[in-house]
Every structure is written in C-alpha cells, then in structure tokens.
C-alpha cells in the first residue's frame, strides 16, 4: 500500500498540495485556540458585568450556601471548558493508535524516539515522506475535531451559564427565593 501512494505521489498530489492540506488544518488548530481564548477573556468580562448587576439583589441568608456553590459551578465550568480547547489531552494516543507500521514519525517527533541526530538522519532516510506527510495530516485533523468539540462544548456551557445566572438574579428580585 505505501508504493501505491509513493508512486502516485507526484502524479496524482503533489508534495506542496499535502503540505498545504497540512499547514491549514494547523492553522485551524491556531485559531480554534484563539477563539478559546478570546472568548475565555470575554465570558470572565461579562461576568463582572453580570456580577454588578446582581450585587443590588439580596440573597436570604438560608440559600447563601447554594448561591457561593452554584456561583462557582457556573462562573468556573466554562473558564476550565475553555481552557481545555487549548491542551488536546489525547495526542499521544491518536499517535499510538493510528500510525500505520510503515511511518516511522520523523515529521513531527518526540525527541525521545531519536535519542542522537545520526538516528534521526537514517531514520530521515528511510522514510516514504509522502506517508509521513499523509499520517501527520490524518493526526492533526484528529486534533482539530477534538479543539472544535471541545471550543463548541464551552460556549455552550457558557450559554447555560448566563441562562442561570439570569435566572438566579430574577428569581431574587421577584423575591422569589
């Protein structure tokens, strides 16, 4: 199967054409962990905005307890949800459980599987690179579903979190609890 693919390399897609697939799926990367970030920061402003306005509602003694609780749920759920967009926690299994035996990694590698450069040079040497190429692309894509899941899992948290907290304060003004 790797012949197939070495020897339809430059027929069929060439090499720049593959690392292009691959630079933008990184980039995508990229950007997934700048909107996590971006709207990390942005959800922690609205939150000082939405603290502000319920500071004038009194909260009876007795739920001051589930109020501390629930706040907490609500205010640091989705600061950690965002942050996990930026750590993928799987990468070394997506490695582990994907490469095929003829990829060697010499792309993107850990250094520890190289342990001196004339290591990685014959290892270098003895790479079809259109194979490494091809299981890099197949890598990140993985990581970039996984950052996507992950960027739409926080906004939706943080969704939920405003609902909740929007109806706590209204609860409290009618004098609800």
Not at 31 to 57: H, M, P, R
Not at 119 to 142: H, R
Not at 160 to 170: A, D, E, I
Request: hydrophobic letters at 50%.
């Amino acid at each position: 199967m790797s012949e197939e693919y070495s020897e339809s390399f430059h027929e069929k897609l060439d090499a720049d054409a593959l690392l292009a697939i691959l630079a933008e799926a990184q980039n995508t990367i990229r950007n997934y962990d700048t909107k996590a970030e971006i709207c990390g920061v942005g959800f922690i402003l609205a939150l000082g905005i939405v603290k502000q306005a319920g500071d004038s509602i009194p909260v009876p003694i007795e739920f001051a307890g589930f109020y501390v609780l629930a706040g907490w749920l609500i205010i640091v759920i989705p600061i950690i949800m965002f942050a996990l967009v930026l750590y993928p926690s799987r990468v070394d299994k997506i490695d582990r459980e994907k490469r095929p035996n003829n990829v060697l990694g010499v792309m993107y590698f850990d250094p520890r599987s190289f342990p001196d450069v004339k290591s990685f040079g014959e290892a270098a040497k003895k790479s079809d690179w259109a194979m490494e190429i091809v299981y890099e692309i197949t890598k990140v894509s993985m990581i970039r579903d996984q950052k996507r899941k992950r960027f739409l899992r926080a906004l939706f948290w943080a969704a939920g979190s405003f609902c909740v907290l929007f109806l706590s304060q209204m609860t409290r003004a009618n004098g609800l609890f």
